[in-house]
């Protein structure tokens, strides 16, 4: 079994997304235990602060398939990759933007696949865990988040699957499943954000889970339960809320 991020060994971790959000604040956090860290980012002044940490950065865009490749070539046994890449548009109707969605797809679930084929030699050498960020927006059906809650449930729907068929290799898989983080991607959002979070309570959170050996990793409870009782409702009560969102006088 993979040792826990809490032993005493230091553990091989790669983490995306690294460079903002809940994946620099986790890159922070595993850096201050002492393991061994990839870092990997596209801002390349929180790279150098993060290699000052005692990091190993790669500046990277994850969505060129023959750049990831060559990029995590050189990883040949790892024992934690957290996918934290991610970003988010919306959509504002009538206006369908389909270029928009894919940007998202691209960066959040492209970026993601892409990762876990370099990597994935590595993870079984050492019969690692892959970690993946979806997010509660997956749950139910939100108007103006069609690009973002697509790519997260493409991200649900892998991850459950990469749980059984990884399982033979034994490579874990674990599922984190956020409600509102304060975060730079957020502080676009013009809608209130019950139960937000901070980076800090979340990294506590994913670490815990990971900690745990934990499938899925929900916060908070006060947030995701409430959704995931709400997504057993009928369609037509969904489609009748929808409305009522995206009216427009």
Not at 26 to 53: C, E, I, K, P
Not at 152 to 180: D, E, R
Not at 195 to 212: C, D, H, P, R, Y
Request: charged share 15%; aromatic share 8%; net charge neutral.
């Amino acid at each position: 079994m993979m040792p826990t991020p809490n032993s005493s060994k230091p553990l091989s971790i790669v983490i995306t997304g690294a460079t903002s959000g809940i994946g620099l604040q986790l890159a922070m956090d595993y850096l201050s235990q002492g393991h061994d860290m990839y870092t990997v980012g596209r801002n390349s002044d929180v790279l150098h602060t993060l290699a000052a940490m005692g990091a190993k950065t790669i500046q990277l865009d994850l969505t060129d398939y023959d750049a990831v490749m060559q990029a995590f070539s050189d990883i040949k046994t790892l024992d934690l990759f957290i996918a934290a890449a991610g970003v988010c548009e919306y959509i504002d109707m009538p206006n369908f933007d389909s270029r928009s969605i894919m940007r998202v797809m691209n960066a959040n679930y492209g970026s993601l696949v892409h990762a876990i084929e370099a990597l994935l030699p590595a993870l079984k050498a050492t019969k690692g865990k892959i970690v993946t960020v979806g997010s509660a927006s997956a749950l139910v059906p939100f108007v103006r988040a069609e690009g973002y809650g697509s790519s997260k449930a493409a991200i649900h729907y892998l991850s459950k699957t990469l749980q059984m068929s990884l399982q033979p290799y034994g490579v874990k898989v674990a599922l984190v499943v956020p409600g509102f983080v304060k975060t730079p991607m957020t502080l676009q959002n013009d809608f209130p954000m019950p139960f937000l979070q901070t980076v800090q309570q979340a990294s506590q959170a994913i670490q815990q889970g990971i900690a745990n050996d934990d499938n899925v990793i929900e916060f908070p409870q006060t947030l995701v339960q409430p959704l995931k009782l709400l997504a057993q409702l009928p369609d037509a009560v969904w489609h009748f809320v929808g409305s009522k969102l995206s009216h427009t006088t």
